[in-house]
C-alpha cells in the first residue's frame, strides 16, 4: 500500500493567515491525489483534485500543488469558515489511502 | 445536483454482517462513474473500502476484502454494502462517494453504525 503522511498534524493560525499543509507519498503517485475538508460532525468537501485542480464552488484562495511524492495545500488567506481538518488522498495505486490529517484550528 | 444518502441499521450485534444502502439522487448510478465506501471510526482517520463502477466492476480494499461486498441496484438507482463477521473495530461512520477516482466530488452525510452486543 502507499503510506500517506501529512505534516504538520495540526496549527494554529488567525484570520488572514496564508497556511500550507504538506502532503507525501511513499511512493511516486504523478497527479493523482485529492485535498478533502472536513468540519467535524460532517462529511468530507472536495477542495482540490489531480493535485492542483479546484473543485467547482471552491473557493479560490485554496490551491494545490506537487506531483510524484510530494504535494501542499495552501490557503492564501484563512477565513472563519476554513478551520477544519484537511486530508490527502491518493487514488493512482488500489487500494486507495487516505494521509492522517492536519487539523487547523484558531491561535 | 447530485445527492447521496446512506442508510442502514445504526447498531450492528459482534459476528453479524453490517447491510448499508446509498440512495443516489440528480444523477444515475448507471453513468459513467465509479461509487466508493469509505469509513471513519470515530475521532480518527478516513479508510478507503472499495469501489464499484457503472459496469459493475468491482475494486476492494485487501485489508477487508473478505468481508466485503458492494453492489448495485440500477433499477433503484441505489449503492451497497454488506460487511460481514463485524467486530468493535467496525464502529464507524460509513460514507458513500462518487468518483474517488477522479477526486470525490459528491459525498453522502455518512451514517454511524455501532458494534455492540
Known amino acids: 500500500d502507499i503510506q500517506m503522511t501529512q505534516s504538520p498534524s495540526s496549527l494554529s493560525a488567525s484570520v488572514g493567515d496564508r497556511v500550507t499543509i504538506t502532503c507525501r507519498a511513499s511512493?511516486?503517485?504523478?497527479?493523482?491525489l485529492a485535498w478533502f475538508q472536513q468540519i467535524p460532525g460532517k462529511a468530507p468537501k472536495s477542495l482540490i483534485y489531480?493535485?492542483?485542480r479546484l473543485q467547482s464552488g471552491v473557493p479560490s484562495r485554496f490551491s494545490g500543488s506537487g506531483s510524484g511524492t510530494d504535494f501542499t495545500l495552501t490557503i492564501s488567506s484563512l477565513q472563519p469558515e476554513d478551520f477544519a481538518t484537511f486530508y490527502c488522498?491518493?487514488?493512482?495505486?488500489?487500494?486507495?489511502?487516505f494521509g492522517p490529517g492536519t487539523k487547523v484550528d484558531i491561535k | 445536483q447530485v445527492q447521496l444518502q446512506e442508510s442502514g441499521p445504526g447498531l450492528v450485534k459482534p459476528s453479524g454482517t453490517l447491510s448499508l444502502t446509498c440512495a443516489v439522487s440528480?444523477?444515475?448510478?448507471?453513468?459513467?462513474?465509479?461509487w466508493s465506501w469509505v469509513r471513519q471510526p470515530p475521532g480518527k482517520g478516513l479508510e478507503w473500502i472499495g469501489e464499484?463502477?457503472?459496469?459493475?466492476?468491482?475494486n476492494y480494499n485487501p485489508s477487508l476484502r473478505s468481508r466485503v461486498t458492494i453492489s448495485t441496484d440500477k433499477s433503484k438507482n441505489q449503492l451497497y454494502l454488506k460487511l460481514s463477521s463485524v467486530t468493535a473495530a467496525d464502529t464507524a461512520v460509513y460514507y458513500c462517494?462518487?468518483?474517488?477516482?477522479?477526486?470525490?466530488?459528491?459525498w453522502g452525510q455518512g451514517t454511524l453504525v455501532t458494534v455492540s452486543s
Open positions: 511512493q511516486g503517485i504523478s497527479t493523482y
Open positions: 440528480g444523477g444515475s448510478i448507471s453513468s459513467t462513474n465509479w
Open positions: 462517494a462518487r468518483d474517488l477516482v477522479a477526486g470525490g466530488d459528491y
Open positions: 488522498l491518493q487514488y493512482s495505486t488500489y487500494p486507495f489511502t
Open positions: 489531480s493535485a492542483s
Open positions: 464499484i463502477s457503472h459496469s459493475g466492476r468491482t
